[in-house]
């Protein structure tokens, strides 16, 4: 489950280099091939603004291990390990699941109605993922159970 994985070396490492990949990308495409459009230029800011996004992650939480004392970080993850947390993680999800599906359904209807096809069917696609990704998690954690 999300809620009990722990912030490892491994993943600190995986992480930060997400981030710089990103970072790198968005740059040096903006400063090497200088683009003409306004999407590509939004496209390619995006990169390198999520891309340091992820390494100030990444670094904050590595500091933060080093800074913070071992008895703080134990009573946190006994926090997190908790069945009620974990309870309200999950009510939490099943309401973010229930908003993003008549999130998807009300931007076909606008997007419809203003005439844009593709975004339309993007949503709808997007709607279709979020159903089948919440109905085959359902079936796996019911078999698990």
């Given at each position: 489950?999300?809620?009990?994985?722990?912030?490892?070396?491994?993943?600190?490492?995986?992480?930060?280099?997400?981030?710089?990949?990103?970072?790198?990308?968005?740059?040096?495409?903006?400063?090497?091939?200088?683009?003409?459009?306004?999407?590509?230029?939004?496209?390619?800011?995006?990169?390198?603004?999520?891309?340091?996004?992820?390494?100030?992650?990444?670094?904050?939480?590595?500091?933060?291990?080093?800074v913070v004392s071992q008895e703080k970080l134990e009573q946190e993850k006994i926090e997190e390990e908790d069945e009620r947390n974990i309870a309200?993680?999950?009510?939490?999800?099943?309401?973010?699941?229930?908003?993003?599906?008549?999130?998807?359904?009300?931007?076909?209807?606008?997007?419809?109605?203003?005439?844009?096809?593709?975004?339309?069917?993007?949503c709808l696609g997007a709607m279709y993922v979020l159903v089948a990704v919440f109905a085959v998690s359902k079936k796996v954690l019911e078999k698990?159970?």
């Amino acid at each position: 489950m999300m809620c009990k994985k722990q912030w490892t070396r491994a993943m600190e490492i995986a992480v930060f280099v997400l981030g710089l990949v990103s970072f790198l990308f968005g740059l040096l495409s903006f400063l090497i091939v200088k683009p003409d459009g306004h999407s590509t230029n939004t496209l390619l800011g995006m990169f390198t603004g999520f891309g340091f996004g992820i390494m100030a992650v990444a670094a904050y939480k590595t500091i933060r291990q080093k800074v913070v004392s071992q008895e703080k970080l134990e009573q946190e993850k006994i926090e997190e390990e908790d069945e009620r947390n974990i309870a309200i993680i999950r009510a939490s999800c099943s309401v973010a699941y229930v908003a993003a599906i008549l999130l998807f359904a009300v931007l076909i209807f606008v997007f419809m109605g203003l005439g844009y096809t593709v975004p339309s069917y993007v949503c709808l696609g997007a709607m279709y993922v979020l159903v089948a990704v919440f109905a085959v998690s359902k079936k796996v954690l019911e078999k698990k159970m």
